[in-house]
């Protein structure tokens, strides 16, 4: 990422302040997916916008697409360069009802479907995927500006990058379900921050959140080798209520020996620490001798996030098995959004929550 582009962006911004709408940071492009064969889009009132010539209006509610030696095949004719697929209402593809457009393009038989939206469109979306709906609206605005600006800094790394999408639809990116996740609570949220994001001089903030942290947040640095001033170990009010405050997880020795790559397992401990108390290094011997110290970031990829809620564990054995016992879900860096309902309920605003959560930073309105 280049620090010049960020501040060309936000210079930008800045001088568009309070004038027209910057359509640039208004667009969102998400991967749905790469796949073969036909790709079928459902819809009222399709047309067909090719990437060069006229668009067209397809007949029926849905619309079948497929490539063909690098080229688009779609409504019986043949478009070289990608296709959007638009229709007056949301779309259906891919086992999921979306609004904006569908793009497709295609390298040989390989087609690539692209959901392109409007930002705040796409938030709305989000923010019911990432937290839940019932929770306070300062915690669900908070929510809203880290979710914009964490799209945000995809999108200008994407565009450093030359990537033709800006973010996937996974959990890995932003967790994205379409319109299944709208709800009238979310989008009053989206709304009430619109064009709000995180902020850092003239630097967008790389707004991480998490579910629960444990009581206390960990560093940018050694939750995500992110080592950002903003991203601080800071206290938190999450224990009191958090579901995820504390959690026992039992893995079988061949299990463990599975995720650290070795045959089996005899012992297991917590090697080292990080400065905010979550496991570090895990050191690891098999009945052999041999011995791994992996990280207990490596271990959690390796067991699964939804089995190994957070790296803030103690581990021992008994009876043969290992026994995980920890607080918090989640990497810990950045906004922890149970603390954030708990600082919503005790009445701060949404930039109060999120100047705890990323200390040094201010919301400001880029369009
Ligand atoms: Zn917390």
């Not at 640039?24 to 009132?45: C, N, T, W, Y």
């Not at 206390?216 to 080798?225: N, Q």
């Amino acid at each position: 990422m280049s620090l010049p582009i960020l501040a060309a962006l936000f210079a930008q911004t800045a001088i568009a302040a309070g004038a027209a709408p910057l359509d640039e940071s208004e667009e969102i492009r998400i991967l749905l997916q790469v796949g073969r064969g036909p790709l079928r889009i459902g819809a009222e009132r399709l047309t067909l916008v090719p990437n060069e010539g006229e668009t067209t209006s397809l007949e029926g509610a849905q619309a079948s697409l497929a490539c063909v030696q690098g080229r688009v095949v779609a409504a019986g004719k043949k478009y070289v360069g990608p296709v959007a697929i638009a229709a007056e209402g949301p779309l259906e593809v891919l086992g999921r009802r979306l609004r904006g457009q569908i793009e497709v393009s295609c390298a040989g038989q390989l087609w690539t479907a692209i959901n392109v939206l409007p930002m705040e469109t796409y938030l709305t979306a989000v923010l019911g995927g990432e937290m839940p709906p019932g929770f306070p609206p300062e915690a669900l605005k908070a929510q809203a500006v880290a979710a914009r600006s964490y799209a945000l800094m995809r999108k200008i790394d994407a565009r450093d990058q030359g990537k033709p999408y800006h973010l996937s639809a996974t959990v890995l990116s932003q967790v994205y379900a379409g319109l299944s996740r709208e709800d009238p609570r979310t989008a009053t949220a989206v709304e009430a921050t619109r064009g709000e994001v995180l902020a850092q001089g003239v630097t967008p903030v790389e707004a991480y959140f998490h579910a629960s942290c444990g009581g206390k947040t960990e560093t940018g640095s050694a939750a995500l080798g992110r080592p950002l001033d903003y991203l601080k170990s800071v206290s938190c009010p999450c224990q009191a209520r958090s579901p995820y405050a504390h959690w026992r997880v039992e893995v079988a020795a061949e299990e463990l020996a599975k995720a650290v790559g070795l045959t089996s397992v005899a012992d297991a401990e917590v090697a080292s620490r990080t400065s905010g108390g979550r496991a570090s290094k895990l050191r690891v011997k098999s009945e052999h001798g041999e011995e791994r110290t992996p990280s207990a970031i490596q271990v959690r990829a390796s067991l699964g996030y939804q089995r190994l809620p957070s790296t803030w564990f103690d581990l021992h054995k008994e009876g043969g098995r290992f026994v995980f016992e920890g607080r918090g879900s989640g990497h810990g860096a950045g906004l922890c959004q149970w603390g954030a309902r708990l600082l919503a309920e005790e009445g701060q605003g949404y930039r109060e929550i999120l100047a705890h959560y990323y200390p040094g930073t201010e919301v400001e309105k880029i369009y």
